[in-house]
């Protein structure tokens, strides 16, 4: 399965979601890719729209391969492979003060005005591109769990199956548009996957 572009996933999602509209969901975009997608799905499902901000630890020598990812609040997920990889415990504690000031940074700019939308006892839905290694959906789920929602949904167009396996632990729900034994990176299932930048997510977020 190829989408065109992240617009055609959102909707291929939100159709996927259709049990949840009008229930007034907390959509919620991990930033950047997510965002524009988890707009079209909020504005489907008749829900509110905002982003979990959660940033990925990046392995010795390879930044983009992740060994982990890291919440606002500090709490790190790390994969078992982390070690292996190369990653002892100096090393992830320096890349987990770096990403953590990341997200401070993010924060300030994308939400200057208000607080993070309360996820406490509603129906929450987390929107991601794609996943890989699938490290950051699964920091987003524990951080957003700790704050009583009442359903916790990951929701992606493409993952591989041996990611959903270990994200579903996490949600009371995972919705994945397809699940390819043969993925290598999720830019592979667009035509188009143009990079989504700062000054689009702050846009998007001011108009939602």
């Not at 994308?110 to 591109?129: A, E, H, M």
Request: aromatic share 6%.
């Amino acid at each position: 399965m190829i989408f065109e572009d992240r617009e055609q996933a959102a909707r291929a999602l939100a159709a996927r979601l259709a049990a949840y509209q009008g229930r007034n969901p907390l959509v919620l975009a991990i930033p950047r890719g997510a965002v524009p997608m988890a707009k079209i799905v909020a504005a489907e499902l008749e829900g509110e729209f905002d982003v979990v901000l959660v940033r990925k630890l990046g392995a010795p020598g390879n930044p983009e391969f992740a060994i982990g990812a890291i919440d606002e609040t500090g709490w790190a997920y790390l994969a078992p492979y982390a070690g292996q990889a190369g990653a002892d415990a100096g090393y992830i504690e320096r890349v987990k003060e770096r990403e953590l000031a990341t997200l401070r940074s993010r924060r300030a700019r994308y939400s200057p005005l208000r607080p993070p939308r309360d996820p406490k006892g509603r129906i929450v839905i987390v929107i991601d591109d794609g996943l890989a290694t699938g490290a950051t959906m699964i920091a987003a789920l524990h951080g957003l769990r700790g704050r009583a929602p009442e359903r916790l949904i990951c929701a992606v167009p493409v993952a591989p199956p041996d990611t959903l396996a270990t994200v579903k632990g996490y949600a009371d729900e995972v919705v994945c548009l397809h699940a390819d034994a043969n993925f290598q990176a999720v830019g592979q299932f667009y035509l188009h996957f143009d990079q989504v930048g700062d000054d689009e997510v702050i846009a998007l977020l001011a108009e939602g």
